[in-house]
């Protein structure tokens, strides 16, 4: 009986350190563009769905692609790709639209290829500042590192503010 209670005491400890550490842990999906990997907080994430018809849309901002019905819904997509490389979006066979929930809305982000989520541990993720160069340096809130690549995670909010100012 002691040692049954030993076993339980081991248990809910172990479950509960397990759960202290989750505190520490960022989860992103990742997913690349032009071969740069990029992530966004997986809470976030509403669904990814395989390509589908795009409806393109007159006199918008280049950055929108158009628009999809997603179960009735009418659902921007936006290309990143547009944005951050000025190239012309290709759909290849591993692309994906990303939905995400943003302020109880929904958009599509169009992505090369959807990678894995990966946990990040919160000292491991260095919040960018407003000096980087880049083009985008206001979109991307924080880098880390996941296996031998660098993951620019992308700040939502910032990135629908951007597109709403620019059109």
Known sequence: MDQEKLLTSLAEKTKSEAEADLGDIEQFLTFTIEKEYFGIRLLLVHEILKPVLITRIPNVDEHILGVINLRGEIIPIIDLKKNFHQTDT???????IVVVMLNEKRCGILVDEVKQVVKVNREFISYTTDD???????MVESVSRHDEHLILNLDLEQIVDFFALNK
Do not use: G
């Not at 290709?90 to 994906?96: C, D, G, H, M």
């Not at 980087?132 to 206001?138: E, G, R, V």
């Open 132 to 138: 980087l160069s880049l083009n985008y340096s206001k």
């Open 90 to 96: 290709e759909i290849f066979p591993a692309s994906r």
